[in-house]
């Protein structure tokens, strides 16, 4: 088992009921600094209520969920808005203000979580378009870009605080394969150059093997199999294999597959 110290994010034995029904039980999880744990399953298999677990949004039934030090099942609610600080979330559907500009969106979490002045909050915002090539559409409104081009700036806005981890709630969905090939190439560089710790939830393979340093296979609310790409492509685990086997072909690899520094 490892220790606290190599453990940026620790479930154990977590477990909900939502309206009645089991969506978790006895859930064991957890993430290293500098990896990228993807979680897969099927649609509504219980992958996006694990993020808002971890978020503080939702509470257990039973179990414990720790952000390093920190037992965020007991939480104030000033304790946990301090820990939302140091977590990042790129929401399936971007979640952008729509009457702000991309700039101002971005800006938002600094204003609002921090004491940094304008012009300091200006030169951040230039950094992470850049750092997500968008550096000449902060003036723009939500409405002016294209689908790929909001989930660049839910990004951008994500990593504004200099978070210890990211959240991305399917980040490829809905985007055409160039798109969705952008977004795999900045989550995996955001762990080889900038040292970034994530957590990806997906149902869409092409992308999960493209990104991850590791994988969990969640069905019926627990974790039925955990391991690296090519443990999940040798796996006779008949859930996984059933999964993988609903794509077509194999996925295919990439020369950021696997690599972690």
Excluded: W
């Excluded at 290293?32 to 298999?45: F, N, R, Y």
């Amino acid at each position: 088992m490892k220790t606290p110290l190599e453990t940026l994010v620790e479930m154990r034995g977590v477990k909900l009921q939502l309206a009645g029904h089991v969506v978790l039980q006895s859930v064991n999880l957890s993430v290293t600094p500098q990896e990228t744990l993807v979680i897969m399953g099927q649609s509504g298999a219980g992958k996006s209520t694990l993020l808002r677990l971890l978020l503080g949004l939702l509470k257990v039934d039973a179990g414990s969920i720790r952000f390093k030090e920190k037992e965020i099942t007991q939480l104030s609610r000033p304790e946990l808005n301090r820990i939302r600080a140091r977590i990042g979330m790129v929401y399936q559907d971007s979640a952008l203000l729509s009457s702000m500009s991309v700039s101002k969106n971005i800006a938002l979490p600094l204003e609002e979580l921090s004491d940094k002045k304008p012009k300091e909050i200006d030169s951040i915002v230039d950094q992470k378009l850049e750092l997500v090539g968008l550096k000449d559409m902060k003036e723009k409104l939500p409405a002016e870009l294209s689908g790929g081009m909001k989930k660049r700036v839910g990004l951008a806005r994500a990593l504004a605080l200099e978070p210890e981890l990211i959240l991305f709630d399917e980040p490829s969905a809905g985007l055409d394969p160039i798109n969705a090939m952008l977004i795999n190439d900045l989550i995996v560089d955001l762990r080889e150059k900038h040292k970034v710790t994530s957590i990806v939830v997906t149902h869409e393979m092409q992308s999960a093997f493209v990104v991850a340093t590791r994988m969990a296979m969640l069905h019926e609310g627990t974790i039925v199999e955990e391991g690296s790409p090519d443990e999940f492509r040798q796996s006779t685990n008949p859930v996984v294999s059933k999964f993988l086997s609903a794509y077509t072909g194999h996925p295919k690899e990439s020369p950021h597959a696997n690599s972690q520094k």
